[in-house]
């Protein structure tokens, strides 16, 4: 039973309470960031005592800068929704009148719709084209845009007087006498115009996180001067399911980025429909932020919603948004006001009266915080002058916002033009000044240069450093070293025997080492280091961490500690592959973005590679990345023990795809020092669009020293190595470590069946076909003129006999050479899935070891006449070849 006297108690306690939040009033009156300080200490203190506090990744739902905390407006609101309406109107026209003349041509009308004032902001007040440290221009802000809006960032730079109307009118029409404009941001594309890809989806956020990352990166080792540049990443709602999109935002809080900053579009819709349909996308983003450790700030509501808020009194009006759920929201900006009266206001009698003073069109203009300027520019400003992490911004707008019966709607995301009427209705609601006709036409509209909102817009982007986006490639004063730079590798192992892996990484810690170059080589390694032998090049650079090594290593008092350091060289990156290869290629972009042409190695397990992260190798392909990405314990069988899971026998398959991508699958050190050395001068010193992939394996063997004269067909794709020692009625090719089984097998051949074979290394057999259908294309093209021979005929020339060409990998790798080798090739490789057992028991069962390729060579020249069919048969026998095995491909 209660007493009086506790009673009492509580009555004093709730006075207490009181004069608590009184004080606390006082101290964000004076100072937000001091109230946050002080909660902060109090639910610390309240750990400490063993308090149980209440959990707040998410915050009601309404903005989280009150009205009262707001910075007045910089810019001039009429002139910059003046330019806004424009860049509405022509991004509209655009992709209107594409559709109109050319049906499905396709585009986006809505997503900018949503998006257009969230940019706007960014671009007069925000993002900076360039800094100015010290006299010395420093590269400014990046800015990853939503894929979707590219009609918006056209129909600006049309603005700006950077594109023209035949631009316009070619957009998705690049193959016409006039240049065009892409459907997307691709920089392969419009090399002077577009930074990054951020189509397909997630392949933005991800990469914007690495990118900040790599800026400080940069920093941190005093390869670019600090400044205050951001990195914007604009993702939509939608786009948050994708995986890559929020997998890495712990990184940017475990390492403190503040120099990132995402705008979340909130429009509530995807393709389909709602992105959450019974739920509000808004509180989960939160929560999942918040829980990461990013600094949260939401635009959920615009200015015209604050005297609401001012003369509610009971807190119903909130009580009711948070009853509401995502897809009520869409509909009730998709219906009238009357609708919202009812629907919204109307459950409650006291919300009702409290809109009673308010037209049904005045209620349908309550807008959503992300279509307004002074919302939006306080929620940035916020965020660029918070230190010690990364903010997200929370915007809620309207999908198709401005688009009359489009707006809001399932299908809006889809809309490509609009209905005359809806023309009409729009040039009206923006005030473009054209005629009917003209509107209904799609007619693009620029006012005169020296027109108020033009000179404003202008000068908006003169006072912060120029035009975005653009691309500026500066010009190479790069020299690679020379090929004797490498004659260490060139030379052999001296009968030591060594992996190329191993050979690989002796290499780079010698290039880390030079006084020119040696600082740009950004190793990248996910969780791998010690797998690839890097345990002394961790000891000679250091590992990157940007806090230091906050801890004494158990393995301190030993040479090859683990070794973190701020300044530190290598890029360890946990168990990511996708991380690794959003940092390689921020760091394979770096000589475009920072004007610093770093030369990013990336070491991964081949198997994982290409089939994990393919999408971003497109993504780096189309930014012009340059650099190497160096596919370890390579092959399918050379991998002792992992089996199936661990075995690749086809990333040089998803190579060979890329069009900028130079493959190389090498066998000795030599090849491995020759490539390289190559690679490095095309891309740095002769700025060549391309990147590398190598492969490298953990078989150790005695490296022979490089052949006289071998250097030009190792970079072309092939070259003889070993010649028979009579006159060979056979040509066999090897790739890899299988090029010792293809030796072993010349052997045999010669000893015990008198049939001499000339050896082949074949380095890349991509390179050779892409070689051999551009001499092919040519000669298609010019009938009159004299043809030209590929190389692989040119260095095959006289040489006799059927070709048994040999890989680690999938046949369809010696494959690609089938049209040019139509009758002679015969194909050993590794198709199927791998296997847990030694190297001497997968390449029986694979048929690719020597026995194999014995057994292989014989049967063909039975088939030719040109060795007697019983004896090849007997062969197999005496070879141990199973002819009655299961099929590997299928085993």
Known sequence: MTTKLEEAAKEDFTAEVSEWIEAFDDVVAADWEQGAELLGALRQRAHEAGVPTPSELTTPYRNTIPKHDELPYPGDPALERRVESLIRWNAMAMVHGQNKKDAGIGGHISTYSSLATLLEVGFNHFFHAKYNVGGKEQPGDFVYFQGHASPGVYARAYLEGRLDDDRLKNFRHELRETP?????????????FWNFPTVSMGIGPLNAIYQARFMRYLENRKLIEPTDRKVWAFVGDGETDEVDS???ISVAAREKLDNLVFVVNCNLQRLDGPVRGNKRIIDELEGVFHGAGWNVIKVIWSSDWDALFERDHTGLLLRRMEECVDGEYQTFKAKDGAYLREHFFG???ELLELVKDMTDEQLSLLRRGGHDRKKIYNAYKRAVDHKGGPTVILAKTVKGHGLGSAQARNATHSEKKLPDDGLAAFVKRFEIPIPEEAAKAGTFY??????PEIVYMQQRRKELGGYLPTREVPKSDFKAPPLDYFAEWTAGSNKRAVSTTMGFVSILRHLMKDPAIGRLIVPIVPDEGRTFGLESAIRQVGIYAPEGQKYQPHDADMLLYYREDKDGQILEEGITEAGSMASFTAAGTAYVNYKVPSIPFYMYYSMFGFQRIGDMVWAFADSRGKGFLMGGTAGRTTMLGEGLQHQDGHSIVLASTVPTCITYDTAFVYELAVVIQDGIKRMYENMEDCFYYITMYNEDYTMPPMPEGSAEGI??????LKPASEEATAQLFGSGPILNEVLRAQEILATEYSVHADVWSVTSYTEL?????????????????KEKVPYIMKALGSAAGPIIATSDYMKSVPDLLSPWLPSRLVTLGTDGFGRSDNREHLRRHFEVSAEAIVGATLSKLAREGKFKAKAAQ??????????????????
């Not at 404009?181 to 594309?189: E, F, M, R």
């Not at 007997?874 to 085993?891: C, F, I, N, S």
């Open 180 to 192: 065009g404009l892409s459907s997307y941001p691709h920089p392969w594309l419009m090399p002077d």
């Open 246 to 248: 929020l997998g890495a």
């Open 347 to 349: 459950k409650y009698p």
């Open 446 to 451: 620029r006012p005169a240069q020296d027109a």
């Open 715 to 720: 970079l072309r794709g092939i070259y003889k």
């Open 769 to 785: 076909r892409r070689d051999a259908l551009a001499i092919e294309r040519w000669n298609r093209l010019h009938p009159a003129e």
């Open 874 to 891: 007997k062969a197999m026998t005496e070879l141990g070849l199973d002819v009655e095995a299961k099929d590997p491909a299928r085993a």
